[in-house]
């Protein structure tokens, strides 16, 4: 499996994707099927690293990858019980769909804004920036402004709302959301000031910034240290059924991971890493892997996301914004004990020699 991306610039890079996938037909019987919703983002980096390096395979497991530009955007598929994991982030859609009865359950961590290691940033204008608009603390100067979102109740949401809190604004209504935009359209729109700021995952921030749309003015790991940003999920009869499958999954993931996080700080020892980002994500290009590190995010290499985050996060949209009808208890949501199993296994086993 590959995802390449063909443009000569990195911008332009989302605009042209080209998807490959190779399908090589395993013989009946010799692997146990995993069907994965991902996306061409860093923080899947541990599942990059694991796919590309041939971890899956070595546990007996045929990944048949399928891509999303957002990972609420597989929920649908996961219910349909055509995916069997996925990646998503803890939105609001997310526990709204869990509380409707949604046969899903959060299993690993797929990344974090760990300190020092911030996945999502915030952009303004440069005519802002020019106003003052420099750090969080200026962000009072954002009252009456528009903001560009991916989609209401997304962790980007959720970010820059504690930061205009911590200015003193009210989120629910001192700013105009701009909601349901591609990040690289609100890219496009910060540069034609469409939108006066965004919260971007980081490569976007990255490539704005180079693009001269708008300057980075705080991160993620500033505002929300330790947030979670994106988990996988899977559904739950899978979880009963192919137990020992899933945790075969999580081993090599977390071997992958444990290889993502070690790159991200030290980018210039691990070149195969960075190789593989460049080729799988909408990065592109080698040395833009290298610019944005360590800023790739962080997963947990036990596999165990930051729970009390999530927890946080829904009783932010429940209580705050009202975007979460009825909340659902911890054990609802999350099946930590894959994960326990996982790097049990992994610690005893070592499949992978280290």
């Known amino acids: 499996m590959s995802f390449r991306f063909c443009s000569k610039a990195a911008l332009?890079?989302?605009?042209?994707?080209?998807?490959s996938w190779l399908a090589v037909a395993a013989p009946a019987g010799a692997a146990d099927v995993i069907r994965i919703g991902e996306g061409p983002f860093i923080t899947g980096g541990g599942f990059l690293v694991a796919q590309e390096k041939g971890y899956f395979k070595k546990m007996d497991l045929d990944i048949q990858t399928k891509m999303?530009?957002?990972?609420?955007?597989?929920?649908?598929?996961?219910?349909?019980?055509?995916?069997?994991?996925?990646?998503?982030?803890?939105?609001a859609a997310f526990f709204n769909s869990v509380a409707k009865g949604a046969p899903l359950v959060v299993v690993l961590d797929r990344g974090n804004n760990k300190v020092g290691r911030a996945y999502t940033a915030i952009n303004v204008t440069q005519e802002l920036a020019d106003q003052g608009v420099k750090s969080i603390a200026d962000f009072a100067k954002l009252k009456g402004k528009k903001i560009g979102l991916s989609a209401t109740g997304s962790i980007n949401q959720y970010v820059f709302s504690l930061a205009l809190q911590k200015a003193g604004l009210d989120p629910r209504k001192d700013v105009q959301w701009i909601t349901n935009v591609p990040q690289p359209d609100l890219m496009k729109m910060l540069g034609a000031k469409q939108v006066d700021a965004t919260d971007l995952a980081y490569q976007f921030s990255y490539f704005a910034q180079q693009s001269k749309f708008g300057p980075i003015v705080a991160k993620g790991?500033?505002?929300?240290?330790?947030?979670?940003?994106?988990?996988?999920?899977?559904?739950?009869?899978?979880?009963?059924?192919?137990?020992?499958?899933?945790v075969r999954f999580a081993m090599a993931y977390l071997q992958g991971a444990k290889e993502f996080n070690a790159a991200a700080v030290a980018t210039d020892k691990y070149p195969e890493i960075v190789e593989i980002l460049a080729k799988t994500t909408a990065l592109a290009k080698p040395e833009i892997v290298k610019a944005i590190a360590p800023n790739w995010s962080y997963v947990n290499e036990d596999g165990i996301p930051n729970v009390a985050s999530i927890m946080k996060m829904q009783d932010y949209w429940a209580d705050y914004f009202t975007y979460v009808e009825k909340k659902v208890p911890e054990a609802q949501l999350l099946d930590l004990s894959i994960a326990k199993e996982a790097k049990a296994r992994l610690d005893k086993e070592k499949p992978f020699g280290n």
């Open 12 to 19: 332009a890079a989302w605009s042209c994707l080209a998807v």
């Open 221 to 246: 790991d500033d505002i929300d240290p330790d947030g979670q940003i994106s988990v996988y999920a899977a559904r739950k009869a899978f979880v009963a059924e192919k137990r020992d499958v899933l």
């Open 68 to 91: 999303f530009i957002d990972g609420a955007l597989s929920v649908p598929s996961l219910i349909a019980g055509e995916l069997d994991i996925t990646f998503m982030t803890a939105n």
